[in-house]
């Protein structure tokens, strides 16, 4: 399937900018025909992640990078943010954000690659199923 659109931004690691996140989710929604509800659960769960991540990326004063890719069945958005080595030297994730977010969308994809933590959330347009991804 082809990508109807795609945003790119990097945003810096200031509380107040993290709002654009939002912004820039549910108008890839709306572009797709979304229900209001949906666009505004997507953008919720963007910014949950967002959330969750800014302790530790204003230690490092690092930033957000975010892709939003919107396909005519569905919206997917990765929030790209440095990993964090734990001193138990195992990677876990705090729950909060990722536990509220999957309340908010279809699919969640976690993992790490090179240093970042790639959270990739995806919501399908109403009568598509997560089990019919491409």
């Known amino acids: ?31 797709i025909g979304l229900c209001e509800r949906d666009q505004e659960n997507l953008a919720a769960a963007a910014l949950d992640v967002c959330r969750e991540a800014l302790p530790r990326l204003a230690k490092r004063k690092s930033a ?3 892709v939003v890719a919107d396909f005519s069945d569905r919206v997917e958005l990765t929030i790209e943010t ?15 954000g990722k536990q509220a977010a999957s309340a908010l969308v279809d699919r969640i994809e976690r993992g790490t690659r090179d240093g970042h933590v790639y959270t990739t959330l995806v919501k399908y347009c109403a009568g598509v199923s997560s089990r019919s991804k491409s």
Request: charged residues 20%; aromatic residues 0%; contains cysteine.
């Open 64 to 66: 957000i990078k975010m």
């Open 1 to 31: 399937m082809t990508s109807v659109g795609r945003i790119e931004c990097t945003l810096d690691s200031d509380p107040r900018l993290i709002a654009a996140v939002g912004a820039i989710a549910a108008h890839a929604a709306q572009r």
């Open 82 to 96: 440095p990993a964090v080595a734990r001193a138990t030297g195992r990677k876990r994730a705090t729950a909060g």
